[in-house]
């Protein structure tokens, strides 16, 4: 049996992607190389002819199996970087999107202190990154899905901030009481006709992206649910589908919250609006 090298493998499974018209190809071929072989980026390039185990070859071919079926990266390794950290994910939650990192930020910029709540929170992604870059924030985070919250507690565990973050399951406000400095929200808000990739379709979780006929419905249950938990002065903080922003004002309106700052994501679309109540 011949035995197969980094350079061989790497060439055969980058055709394989590009063909079938995958364009991240390269990079997937290292990411998942490195992860089924231990080497790291510099092995690749500095000992290309490095004979490659048989079962490090074929959990490598495995992976690529998936990936020609569309399966992301992040979800055949079972871990995504956000703001700079890694988190756990299954298939019981979004795989969290750079996009989201700036509606982050947004909040971030607004708030110095206290108490948030994070509706809907899949992996944790936001409410983790929130008390992990500041230490003067503390908060609940939400999801309707026990797997979900209990990704996202297995994150806050391993990133260090479960002293900080508490895990509720409910839908919107339904099982939440008190008052909070910041409620932010990256909800489910794609319209029940867009059209999606197959690794977004059939990947990530249906409940966490779809936002009802109009994709507007989260904001419609946010919004309301505001009169009850935002604290004085509080604000509210969310994501948006680039093509939104004017309807989420209005709604946000109906429930006497005024828009005071924006943010655009990575491609210069509208991708995190802020209210306040004046
Ligand atoms: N809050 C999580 C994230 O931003 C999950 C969002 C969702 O499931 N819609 O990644």
Same mark, same amino acid.
């Given at each position: 049996?011949?035995?197969?090298?980094?350079?061989?493998?790497?060439?055969?499974?980058?055709?394989?992607?590009?063909? +079938?018209?995958?364009?991240?190809?390269?990079?997937?071929?290292?990411?998942?190389?490195?992860?089924?072989?231990?080497?790291?980026?510099?092995?690749?390039?500095?000992?290309?002819?490095?004979?490659?185990?048989?079962?490090?070859?074929?959990?490598?071919?495995?992976? =690529? +199996?998936?990936?020609?079926?569309?399966?992301?990266? #992040?979800?055949?390794?079972?871990?995504?970087?956000?703001?700079?950290?890694?988190?756990?994910?299954?298939?019981?939650?979004?795989?969290?999107?750079?996009?989201?990192?700036?509606?982050?930020?947004?909040?971030?910029?607004?708030m110095?202190a206290g108490r948030f709540?994070?509706? !809907?929170?899949? #992996? %944790?992604?936001?409410?983790?990154?929130?008390?992990?870059?500041?230490?003067?924030?503390?908060?609940?985070?939400?999801?309707?899905?026990?797997? +979900?919250?209990?990704?996202?507690?297995?994150?806050?565990?391993?990133?260090?901030?479960?002293?900080?973050?508490?895990?509720?399951? #409910?839908?919107?406000?339904?099982?939440?009481?008190?008052q909070f400095d910041l409620i932010?929200?990256?909800?489910?808000? =794609?319209?029940?006709?867009?059209?999606?990739?197959?690794?977004?379709?059939?990947?990530?979780?249906?409940?966490?992206?779809? !936002?009802?006929?109009?994709?507007?419905?989260?904001?419609?249950?946010?919004?309301? %649910?505001?009169?009850?938990?935002l604290a004085?002065g509080g604000l509210?903080?969310?994501?948006? %589908?680039?093509?939104?922003?004017?309807?989420?004002?209005?709604?946000?309106?109906?429930?006497?919250?005024?828009?005071?700052?924006?943010?655009?994501?990575?491609?210069?679309?509208?991708?995190?609006? +802020?209210?306040?109540?004046?």
């Open positions: 049996m011949t035995t197969e090298t980094l350079a061989g493998l790497m060439a055969a499974a980058r055709k394989q992607l590009s063909e +079938a018209g995958i364009e991240t190809a390269s990079l997937d071929v290292r990411l998942l190389l490195q992860a089924a072989t231990g080497f790291a980026h510099e092995d690749l390039i500095v000992m290309p002819n490095t004979a490659i185990e048989p079962r490090a070859a074929v959990l490598f071919k495995a992976y =690529i +199996a998936r990936r020609l079926n569309h399966e992301p990266v #992040s979800r055949i390794l079972g871990t995504r970087e956000f703001y700079g950290r890694p988190f756990a994910v299954s298939p019981a939650v979004l795989d969290p999107r750079p996009d989201t990192e700036v509606v982050v930020e947004l909040a971030l910029k607004h110095r709540i994070d509706l !809907g929170t899949g #992996s %944790g992604a936001i409410a983790i990154t929130l008390c992990a870059e500041n230490p003067h924030l503390e908060g609940i985070a939400t999801d309707v899905s026990p797997e +979900a919250l209990s990704i996202a507690a297995e994150n806050a565990n391993t990133l260090g901030v479960s002293n900080r973050l508490q895990f509720i399951q #409910s839908n919107w406000f339904e099982q939440i009481e008190g932010i929200s990256n909800p489910p808000y =794609i319209k029940r006709a867009e059209n999606l990739p197959p690794e977004v379709k059939n990947f990530d979780p249906h409940l966490a992206l779809f !936002g009802g006929e109009d994709g507007l419905n989260s904001y419609r249950a946010i919004a309301s %649910g505001a009169a009850a938990r004085q509210i903080v969310v994501e948006i %589908g680039h093509d939104q922003a004017a309807k989420v004002v209005e709604i946000s309106k109906l429930c006497d919250l005024m828009l005071f700052d924006r943010v655009a994501d990575l491609g210069g679309r509208d991708r995190g609006l +802020a209210f306040r109540r004046p």
